[in-house]
């Protein structure tokens, strides 16, 4: 095939993949980047491009392989090297998030690749459990003009976690002002109030939050431990159920279930809910507190 003709079918078949990826059609944009590398595969956009449709239907291994390909091809370059730490993330390897972090920032060259490393290394940290570390990333994140609500709720979740319950609430505060219907500020709202042990005003929290929010496994399951509190077992039970009936992976829920089904002599019940939860769980915050409940009951 003569070059230009190559090159008139490469431009063709990239506008094409492009079309695909905006329509989030990532399935078919992939056989047009194999054809597109097959044709030049010393292009480092073709593989970066074919990565980021691997991450979106979460093929983290095949993402990661394309990315370094790129960043091989081409090193030095922020976004494919930023694109490789996302990825690493997504597929649950902190550890190596971390180091990606590093290497991200220290060839970031403006204030907005800054504040993403920032907020990365604020996401990645949490994630890992270390809390501090996450709040003092996502605070010098706040320090950008990028920060939105997201990074708000991000550095509101994190002084939850470090037990700082009342800088949580100010942050939220903060969102709801802005966004009254805000799903995941209204939620840790009353979440907050429970782990205050404030249990009616969480009730009546969740409450709130269900009208408008009334399909949302998440508030029942938090919900349910209140009530187990205030109510008694058969109240909490109800809303386990209601968050399992809508969301049955639900692990906040799937473990109270199996607490509750212990106290009520049902055992087999008991560690099948609380075994799941243990196994699909090692991305809770609450995992830890998971670990106990399952050497309790089930071991």
Same mark, same amino acid.
């Given at each position: 095939? *003569?070059?230009?003709?190559? =090159?008139?079918?490469? %431009?063709?078949?990239?506008?094409?993949?492009?079309?695909?990826m905006a329509a989030e059609n990532y399935k078919k944009a992939i056989p047009l980047y194999n054809k597109l590398i097959r044709l030049n595969d010393s292009n480092e956009s073709y593989y970066y491009f074919r990565s980021a449709c691997y991450h979106k239907i979460a093929d983290y291994p095949n993402a990661i392989a394309d990315v370094q390909k790129a960043m091989q091809l081409h090193p030095s370059t922020?976004?494919?090297? +930023?694109?490789?730490?996302?990825? *690493?993330?997504? #597929?649950?390897?902190?550890?190596?998030? /971390?180091?990606?972090?590093d290497s991200s920032m220290q060839i970031a060259s403006n204030d907005y690749e800054r504040f993403l490393v920032y907020f990365q290394y604020g996401l990645t940290l949490q994630k890992a459990k270390d809390y501090e570390g996450s709040i003092l990333n996502?605070?010098?994140?706040?320090?950008? @003009? +990028?920060?939105?609500?997201?990074?708000?709720?991000?550095?509101? &979740?994190?002084?939850?976690?470090?037990?700082?319950?009342?800088?949580a609430a100010s942050l939220y505060s903060k969102v709801l002002a802005v966004d009254t219907n805000n799903r995941y500020a209204m939620?840790?709202?009353?979440?907050? /109030?429970?782990?205050?042990?404030? !249990?009616? !005003?969480?009730?009546?929290?969740?409450?709130?939050?269900? %009208?408008?929010?009334? &399909?949302? @496994?998440?508030?029942?399951?938090n919900r349910g431990i209140s009530r187990y509190i205030v109510e008694g077992i058969e109240a909490g039970m109800q809303d386990f159920e209601k968050a399992i009936s809508i969301n049955k992976n639900n692990v906040l829920a799937r473990t109270n279930r199996g607490i509750g089904n212990w106290h009520?002599?049902?055992? =087999?019940?008991?560690?099948? @809910?609380? !075994?799941? #939860?243990?196994? &699909?769980?090692?991305? !809770?915050?609450?995992?830890?507190?998971?670990?106990?409940?399952?050497n309790t009951y089930c071991q």
């Amino acid at each position: 095939m *003569h070059i230009a003709y190559a =090159k008139q079918d490469s %431009v063709k078949l990239h506008q094409k993949a492009l079309q695909y990826m905006a329509a989030e059609n990532y399935k078919k944009a992939i056989p047009l980047y194999n054809k597109l590398i097959r044709l030049n595969d010393s292009n480092e956009s073709y593989y970066y491009f074919r990565s980021a449709c691997y991450h979106k239907i979460a093929d983290y291994p095949n993402a990661i392989a394309d990315v370094q390909k790129a960043m091989q091809l081409h090193p030095s370059t922020f976004d494919y090297l +930023y694109q490789c730490t996302y990825i *690493h993330y997504l #597929a649950k390897d902190y550890k190596t998030t /971390l180091r990606y972090c590093d290497s991200s920032m220290q060839i970031a060259s403006n204030d907005y690749e800054r504040f993403l490393v920032y907020f990365q290394y604020g996401l990645t940290l949490q994630k890992a459990k270390d809390y501090e570390g996450s709040i003092l990333n996502f605070n010098k994140a706040m320090e950008f @003009d +990028y920060a939105d609500l997201e990074l708000n709720n991000d550095l509101a &979740n994190s002084y939850m976690g470090n037990k700082q319950y009342e800088m949580a609430a100010s942050l939220y505060s903060k969102v709801l002002a802005v966004d009254t219907n805000n799903r995941y500020a209204m939620l840790n709202m009353a979440c907050i /109030l429970h782990l205050q042990n404030k !249990e009616q !005003e969480a009730i009546d929290a969740f409450n709130a939050f269900l %009208v408008k929010f009334p &399909n949302d @496994d998440e508030g029942y399951a938090n919900r349910g431990i209140s009530r187990y509190i205030v109510e008694g077992i058969e109240a909490g039970m109800q809303d386990f159920e209601k968050a399992i009936s809508i969301n049955k992976n639900n692990v906040l829920a799937r473990t109270n279930r199996g607490i509750g089904n212990w106290h009520r002599k049902k055992i =087999k019940k008991a560690c099948k @809910d609380i !075994e799941f #939860a243990y196994e &699909n769980g090692k991305d !809770e915050p609450f995992y830890d507190e998971l670990t106990k409940t399952y050497n309790t009951y089930c071991q």
